[in-house]
């Protein structure tokens, strides 16, 4: 079965700083990989996606993430924080397309100016 | 990209009564749909699988018929929450895949019900 991790509920760094959102995921077969933002009240946004060729990722707002098969992570990052990346990250898996996602618990990221 | 609207965005209902939450894909068809539910500060959890032209696809502990899903067409899921009690109110939230080869989700904007 798969499963997300995501270690550290709540991640705070301050306005120009890096940003590292950690994600592990267990999956028996080769996975598709998610990140996605929600802001208060609002649906889900995607900021990246790894289904399969190059590991490292790029997404909107600055942010990308690699996939390390033999640490079976998927970090995001962002070079540096803005106050508008204040909001709640999920990372989610899944093992095959068109199928559901299982998410992980989420981070919540906040930015101090 | 593809687009999924939810409707309503918000609901207040009394405890008891029924209430009806439409997904729709707005610019693609979609013969399969997801329904999630999120608790506040809590994650996604998968609720049911919804086919169109067949039966949802239920998860382990979600009561089918507390939650009745219709996927009577390619652009329109519903979810029935039957005789709401306070305990259902949540954040309920679509998805649908679309992309090459679907292998990427597309969410709605999500409803929150909450029941008195």
């Known amino acids: 079965a798969q499963s997300v991790t995501q270690l550290g509920s709540h991640v705070s760094v301050s306005e120009g700083a890096l940003v590292l959102l950690r994600c592990n995921y267990s999956?028996?077969?080769?996975?598709?990989l998610f990140w996605y933002v929600q802001y208060p009240n609002q649906g889900l946004q995607l900021l990246l996606k790894?289904?399969?060729?190059?590991?490292l990722v790029k997404g909107i707002n600055g942010f990308e993430a690699e996939f390390k098969k033999s640490e079976t992570s998927f970090h995001l990052t962002k070079p540096s924080a803005h106050m508008s990346d204040a909001a709640e990250y999920f990372c989610?898996?899944?093992?095959?397309?068109?199928?559901?996602?299982?998410f992980g618990k989420g981070t919540t990221l906040s930015v101090s100016s | 990209g593809a687009v999924v609207s939810q409707h309503p965005s918000r609901v207040i209902c009394k405890s008891g009564t029924s209430v009806k939450i439409e997904c729709r894909s707005l610019?693609?068809?979609?013969?399969?749909m997801f329904w999630y539910r999120q608790f506040p500060k809590k994650s996604l959890m998968l609720m049911a699988t919804?086919?169109?032209?067949?039966?949802?696809?239920?998860e382990q502990g979600v009561e089918k018929d507390k939650f009745l899903i219709n996927h009577a067409s390619l652009t329109l899921s519903t979810l029935t929450v039957t005789s709401a009690h306070p305990e259902d109110s949540s954040f309920y939230i679509c998805?649908?895949?679309?992309?090459?080869?679907?292998?990427?989700?597309?969410f709605g904007p999500g409803t929150r019900l909450t029941v008195l």
């Open positions: 998805s649908a895949p679309q992309g090459v080869l679907y292998n990427e989700q597309f």
């Open positions: 919804s086919n169109e032209g067949s039966k949802a696809t239920y």
């Open positions: 989610a898996v899944s093992d095959q397309a068109g199928t559901a996602l299982i």
């Open positions: 999956s028996s077969v080769p996975p598709y």
């Open positions: 790894y289904t399969t060729g190059a590991t």
């Open positions: 610019d693609f068809q979609a013969t399969t």
